[in-house]
């Protein structure tokens, strides 16, 4: 049963959309707005009937509030308001408002306009899931193209795109970044970080498949993947008009491997300097280099990866994204076992504690 949050401040009027609703919905009769912020740190609604004239906190200022909360920013608003005047109307749709409902309402009407908005929104979001799967299928297959041609990482790529979803998690639950986090779409970003490494396109298959440790001039050739990866990104956003996915998908590619102390490359940036993105990436790339098997070197032992992030914290890695990476370290175990044929060992020897 769909949610309704019911605001106003007059009690004849929550009560008469209420029991109007009732059966139908589950419809929560909120006297202000205030109460309504309150409420929805445990629930959030399918749909709020929102009066323009309240005390204290009226409509509008509630609406604008309601879009920059990260939680409740795309539930869809119905204004309930007594003023029939072209100004207000204009007012509302600007800050985002679905719809107008005068008052005093008639009930079937007031059900009939909610069944179709609430209609109208799951078609949109089915729509959006439809593009969404599309687009994430793409995403998959260029990653795909890229793991293709680098023999030595297999698995890489989808694996840290779960890493860095088990880190997204614990920062949101430990209010972490909250305000920069509850501006982003998750799944968008999730989808963006499959092409950091886009930019190992551009390397030799010599170099990216070499069977043991690089020279210095190939490693200076390898460092470039992450500016060809901004180039890679850049040509493919001037053919659309993509504003979000490939925004991010650029800051993975070209940041994740700046280091805290700003020892990293390309751009040699410290501390917050480097963009969230990067500084989550570091730690999820850094973490599967580690416990996977290279042609130079054996994998090391999860415990043994965790204690050098540990120890890097300060220096290559965020201090507090490493706290967050801690509280969660055995998820990343985990996840190492998804994509390519780099599995966990079965056994594991405790070198150092976590």
């Known amino acids: 049963m769909k949610t309704i949050f019911i605001v106003d401040d007059n009690d ?11 059966g139908k919905y589950k419809a929560l009769a909120l006297p202000s707005a205030a109460r309504m912020f309150k409420l929805s740190e445990k629930i959030v609604p399918d749909l709020i009937l929102l009066d323009v004239d309240m005390p204290d906190m009226d409509g509008f200022e509630t609406m604008t509030l309601l879009k920059t909360d990260g ?12 003023k029939n005047d072209a100004i207000t109307e204009v007012r509302g749709f600007d800050l985002g408002a679905l719809d107008f409902i005068n008052k005093p309402f008639s009930a079937p009407i007031l059900l009939r306009r909610i069944e179709t908005h609430i209609e109208t929104d799951k078609i949109i979001k089915q ?22 041609r680098d023999k030595v990482t297999g698995g890489h790529i989808e694996r840290t795109q779960a890493y860095l979803g088990v880190l997204l998690k614990q920062l949101a639950k430990e209010g972490i970044f ?24 551009s390397i030799s298959d010599i170099i990216l498949n070499k069977p043991d440790k690089l020279t210095a001039p190939e490693f200076e050739m390898i460092k470039t993947h992450c500016s060809e990866g901004e180039h890679i ?32 490359y390309p751009r040699r940036l410290k501390g917050e300097e480097i963009p969230l993105e990067g500084r989550l990436m570091a ?11 290279r042609p130079y070197k054996k994998p090391f032992s999860h415990h043994k990866a965790v204690e050098i992030i540990k120890n890097d914290s300060g220096t290559h890695f965020d201090p ?32 150092c504690a976590t």
Request: net charge negative; aromatic share 6%; hydrophobic share 40%.
């Open 283 to 293: 730690i999820a790339d850094v973490y599967d280099a580690l416990v996977s098997e």
């Open 71 to 82: 939680r409740l920013k795309s539930v869809p608003v119905i204004f309930l308001t007594a």
């Open 178 to 201: 909250a305000d920069e986090l509850s501006s982003w779409d998750l799944n968008l970003i999730l989808s963006s970080a499959l092409l950091h490494d886009v930019g190992k396109i």
């Open 233 to 264: 990104i850049d040509r493919i956003s001037s053919k659309t008009t993509d504003d979000g996915f490939l925004k991010h998908a650029k800051i993975f590619a070209g940041y994740h491997h700046e280091k805290w102390d700003g020892t990293g």
């Open 127 to 148: 729509s959006q899931k439809a593009l969404r799967d599309i687009h994430n299928t793409t995403m998959g297959v260029i990653a795909d193209m890229v793991e293709s």
């Open 320 to 351: 507090r994204i490493v706290d967050a990476f801690l509280n969660v370290a055995d998820e990343f175990f985990a996840a190492l076992g998804k994509g390519g044929n780099n599995t966990p060992p079965t056994t594991e020897k405790k070198e």
């Open 12 to 22: 004849t009027n929550l009560m008469a959309a209420k029991t109007a609703l009732d």
